[in-house]
């Protein structure tokens, strides 16, 4: 028979020291300094016990942390839906971020009338994005932080129609990109190829400050550096005849009544006379989504419905973006937000 091995043991459940021979507390166990420590008899029964259960493998689900999406993050959304992703571009501080704060409160503030809210996997990202606007009570001048030139965010939106809410939701993804990132694209065409995602988008929302267009000194070089981008972005192919283009002049409030200021002469006319050939869709107009002073003409949100509703509405173009299967989702309720059943 052969002689009978000795296991060593410890009464303290968390030390290891039937595995790696150490005690938890460093003590020395051959010289008998942990009292909890013993030898036991390797009897069958006891080998039995001490053979570690096979562990049952379960394939693994992706938890969404319900922040931002990285292009590679977003084929969470695009190989489940069929989805619309819409890029808002524009000079740093022209309001890109803030329309997308604007965006999601105007759901909280019910104020889209037939279109609803469907769901997000990022609603963390669209907090923090309207954050500043949420301590608005708090604070006179609420503000957007800067949006940082790394990689393309994205954030995502499922919306629905009132009329039809049991058909499937359209899910849009949508990024602002950097205006930093924007601006040297503008004056260097290797920066511009980077923009390649821009050639794969939906809709394109190129947003001109009405800010800097309410400053008679600025105002030209505004109007000229936005024509030299879209130029620039033809000529480096990033805008094509396959680009829906949606040129739109931001702060509304900061224009209105401003008689110096022609937006059909100044805007609209040079902008669809020299582009509108040269892409799929071309469209100028103007938004608010956070007026300092809203008022009966200028809302709060001005200009998000119409933008809003062209997303819903623009053709999912054919590209790689494959649906692989569907879920679906019991109704739910975020913040103040009714959240639409998913098909
Ligand atoms: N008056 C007025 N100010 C606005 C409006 N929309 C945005 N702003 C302000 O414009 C400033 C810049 O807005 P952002 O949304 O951060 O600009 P951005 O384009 O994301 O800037 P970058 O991240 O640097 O590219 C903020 O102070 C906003 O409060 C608007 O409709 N009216
Ligand atoms: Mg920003």
Not at 25 to 46: N, R, V
Not at 181 to 190: I, K, M, V, W
Not at 249 to 256: A, F, H, R
Not at 291 to 318: A, H, Q
């Amino acid at each position: 028979m052969p002689e009978a091995v000795k296991l060593k043991k410890c009464t303290e459940e968390h030390c290891k020291v039937h595995i790696d021979g150490k005690c938890m507390d460093a003590l020395d166990i051959d010289k008998g300094e942990c009292s909890h420590f013993y030898l036991e008899d390797s009897t069958e029964e006891g080998e039995k016990k001490s053979v570690p259960q096979e562990v049952k493998k379960v394939p693994s689900v992706k938890l969404y942390n319900g922040d931002e999406m990285n292009a590679d993050e977003t084929e969470q959304i695009t190989h489940k839906h069929s989805t619309k992703v819409i890029a808002v571009v524009g000079d740093s501080d022209c309001g890109k971020t803030t329309l997308l704060a604007e965006i999601y409160n105007s759901f909280q503030r019910g104020a889209n009338g037939d279109l609803l809210f469907a769901g997000s996997q990022t609603l963390i990202g669209f907090e923090k994005r309207s954050h500043f606007s949420k301590v608005e009570s708090n604070a006179n001048d609420p503000d957007t932080g800067k949006t940082i030139a790394r990689e393309f965010g994205f954030l995502h939106l499922s919306l629905k129609k009132k009329e039809f809410t049991d058909e499937e939701a359209t899910h849009i993804l949508l990024s602002d990109i950097s205006g930093e990132r924007f601006q040297f694209a503008r004056d260097s065409s290797t920066i511009m190829k980077e923009l390649g995602l821009l050639t794969n988008v939906e809709q394109v929302i190129f947003m001109i400050d009405g800010e800097k267009l309410a400053e008679k000194k600025a105002r030209a070089l505004t109007i000229s550096n936005a024509m030299t981008f879209i130029q620039s972005a033809l000529d480096n192919g990033i805008f094509n005849d396959q680009t829906n283009l949606k040129v739109v002049v931001s702060k509304w409030d900061k224009m209105e009544g401003d008689s110096t200021f022609d937006f059909a002469k100044q805007i609209d006319e040079p902008f669809t006379k020299r582009f509108s050939s040269r892409v799929k869709s071309f469209v100028v107009t103007k938004i608010a989504a956070r007026p300092k002073k809203p008022n009966k003409t200028v809302t709060s949100g001005f200009g998000i419905y119409e933008l809003l509703n062209d997303c819903y509405l623009v053709k999912r173009e054919l590209n790689n973006r494959k649906p692989y299967f569907t879920q679906t989702e019991s109704s739910r309720e975020f913040h103040n937000i009714k959240i639409q059943p998913e098909i």
